[in-house]
């Protein structure tokens, strides 16, 4: 468990009532990057989904000015030139069409694969898919689900039978001349986004289609995308393996990687 180095709400100290209030009351968005020598790969696309979801949760009327955010990040972040970073917008109390902002920092997380991972498939799907909030019961249920069952991680099916997301990552897949995208809906990770910008810019083609259990065997190779990591592979989804052309997508996810910009906080 990273240690948290800072906690602010609306850039003051967290009081214990501010993070009370946070912990109990399950209603809010966020988004989490690392940051690096004061900068974040794609914080416009962070900022962004702020002022999306805050728009979707809490009323045309609120906004999330990116300009407020990054000063709140960097006054959070003080001294650190290295962290994880969380931006929260919750319901200010009594005023629900208001909001505060919580900033976290902690310990920056390493950026490199761990071995490659056993997943295992879940019928479940996200409310909201499309936003990135803090009602995560569900996918947490699923995953120690799976861990239990002696998998490291979870995939999630729909209810329809496509392929969706994981409990905290973008699937993609390589079918041995492209990477492939489940066509669902999902959460439009950051990461994600910035590798397929980045994929078409260095020719690597890449598309998105409906997915079912039925296509992992055919699939060469898979990967976990998310803010921890652009390329964390997975070495089986249920009884599918994939002990080939691993690499082939690991260059081409990594090398796209490379290519995305750092932007200052």
């Known amino acids: 468990m990273a240690q948290v180095l800072n906690i602010e709400i609306n850039g003051q100290p967290a009081e214990v009532g501010d993070v009370h209030r946070v912990a109990t009351w399950n209603y809010g968005h966020f988004t989490s990057m690392q940051v690096r020598e004061g900068a974040v790969r794609g914080l416009n696309l962070h900022l962004r989904r702020l002022e999306r979801a805050s728009h979707a949760l809490f009323g045309e009327g609120v906004k999330s000015d990116g300009d407020r955010i990054r000063e709140l990040i960097r006054h959070a972040l003080g001294e650190e030139r290295a962290a994880s970073v969380r931006v929260t917008a919750v319901p200010q109390v009594g005023a629900a069409l208001s909001t505060d902002v919580m900033v976290s920092v902690s310990d920056p997380v390493d950026d490199a694969p761990r071995p490659a991972l056993r997943v295992r498939t879940a019928t479940y799907e996200r409310e909201l898919p499309h936003l990135k909030h803090v009602a995560t019961m569900g996918l947490t249920y699923q995953r120690l689900q799976a861990t239990e069952a002696g998998f490291d991680d979870v995939l999630f099916v729909g ?19 492209q990477v492939v995208w489940p066509e669902a809906d999902v959460l439009p990770g950051i990461t994600m986004q910035l590798l397929q910008a980045a994929l078409t810019r260095i020719g690597v083609p890449w598309s998105t289609r409906r997915l079912t259990s039925d296509d992992l065997p055919v699939l060469r190779a898979a990967a976990a995308t998310n803010s921890h990591c652009p390329s964390q592979p997975l070495a089986s989804i249920d009884k599918a393996a994939f002990p080939g052309d691993g690499g082939a997508l690991a260059d081409a996810l990594n090398t796209a990687w490379a290519e995305v910009a750092w932007d200052l906080v």
């Open 159 to 177: 209810r329809d039978g496509f392929l969706r997301e994981g409990s905290v990552w973008n699937v993609a897949f390589w079918d041995g001349q």
